[in-house]
């Protein structure tokens, strides 16, 4: 026991400290910190540093605190009012990726199953908030009325996207039967997460506020989060909705009877576990990569089809703007980045066995990872290049609802 925890400690202390290190550098160079945990995940597992049952919990609370994190920084009220386009924008872009995806996969895989061609397709569905919106702040673009359209876009694009993987693990896991029950389970989960934890959550954050021991406001939150996401899972879906549902309906009002005792806002008493726990996911997606596999012609050309279906199925909706003064272009670069998402359905479809094979092998995995690698490293320039195409007008009644994310 004592062997294997010492061991469990090195390797812990060996990723984090690399992970923040190649964080560091490539956020010098103007690229995401996710983007150095993610290699620094594949250097380690090449080396021949592998996980195992205890780095998968931790990986796993880790993605929990992610998007109860992203959840946090979202909010159902603001995005009902971002306005027509955002909507549009963010229900092409997740349409037209895995329409794009679906169809050529299915030439490229004929024996494919519906509903694994559909996982698959899954992964390209959301745009990442955390990378947009660091994009954008570093440019100083974000009161652009394209940044926010983009934004408020890449949020929605998020709970479509959590609803769209909640819905075909349903339909992997039943052979494909029963689909309807399995959307109705799925949007109804979230929907009813949402306004019954809108209800609970201020209780239970009034009754906690009596208690006088340190930390309250962090442990109630934990315990709603991890309440939603075991709810999740025990109704077959992915543990990870529940845990965004939860960030939704936490806001700011729930936990105010905690203002007399505490400076510090909720985000601010997650932030040092997402510091610790969320590295450790990325790097553990990147453990799964092997290097070898960039010989394989099979997985490079999956990764350029995937690649070619992210990016074009993204600039189509562009097409869902509905003033047309606005730069449907920019928008649509702007909604390139995959990241967090794309890496949790494709981590979920790895780990779903149908007829005795993952739902997403190891070439498909390994292709997954490059897009999002290429997505990620190619939208800074390319956006970059759209707001230098012509001097576009500041937002002046759009809102800001989705925040950076760092950790």
Not at 26 to 55: K, M, S
Not at 200 to 213: E, G, K, W, Y
Not at 359 to 371: G, H, K, T, Y
Not at 381 to 404: G, Q
Request: charged residues 15%.
């Amino acid at each position: 026991m004592t062997d294997s925890l010492g061991t469990l400690l090195v390797g812990i202390t060996v990723m984090l400290v690399a992970a923040k290190a190649a964080g560091e550098l490539f956020e010098r160079f103007g690229q995401p910190a996710v983007i150095g945990e993610l290699l620094v995940g594949v250097l380690l597992g090449n080396l021949g540093l592998h996980g195992g049952p205890a780095l998968d919990a931790l990986a796993g609370i880790g993605v929990v605190l992610l998007l109860f994190e992203v959840g946090l920084g979202s909010n159902v009220t603001s995005m009902m009012r971002v306005g027509g386009s955002a909507f549009c924008v963010a229900g092409l872009g997740v349409i037209a990726p895995m329409a794009l995806a679906g169809v050529a996969l299915h030439w490229l895989r004929p024996e494919l199953s519906l509903p694994a061609l559909l996982f698959i397709a899954a992964t390209l569905a959301a745009t990442s908030v955390g990378i947009t919106a660091r994009v954008y702040k570093d440019l100083g673009a974000v009161d652009r009325p394209e940044a926010r359209i983009v934004l408020g876009a890449a949020v929605i694009d998020d709970v479509m996207g959590l609803v769209v993987l909640a819905i075909v693990q349903g339909m992997v896991v039943t052979g494909g039967s029963n689909s309807t029950l399995i959307v109705v389970k799925a949007v109804g989960f979230l929907a009813g997460a949402i306004l019954l934890g809108g209800r609970i959550a201020p209780r239970l954050f009034r009754v906690a506020s009596f208690l006088r021991v340190h930390g309250m406001l962090l442990i109630t939150a934990l315990a709603i989060c991890f309440s939603m996401s075991s709810a999740a899972a025990a109704v077959g879906l992915a543990p990870i909705v529940g845990a965004f549902a939860a960030g939704l309906v936490l806001d700011e009002v729930h936990f105010r009877d905690f203002g007399e005792r505490s400076t510090r806002t909720l985000p601010d008493e997650i932030r040092p576990l997402t510091t610790i726990f969320v590295p450790l996911f990325f790097v553990r997606m990147g453990l799964g990569f092997d290097l070898h596999v960039l010989a394989s012609r099979e997985v490079l050309v999956l990764a350029s089809v995937l690649c070619a279906a992210a990016v074009i199925g993204k600039q189509l909706c562009g097409l869902g703007v509905l003033d047309r003064r606005l730069d449907r272009i920019a928008i649509g670069i702007g909604m390139i980045p995959r990241g967090e998402v794309g890496l949790i359905v494709a981590d979920t479809g790895r780990h779903l066995v149908v007829g005795g094979h993952p739902v997403i092998d190891n070439a498909m995995f390994s292709a997954v990872i490059l897009v999002v690698l290429v997505t990620t490293l190619i939208t800074p320039p390319l956006v970059s290049w759209a707001l230098a195409r012509r001097e576009l007008p500041r937002a002046s009644d759009h809102e800001t609802f989705a925040k950076p994310l760092s950790h």
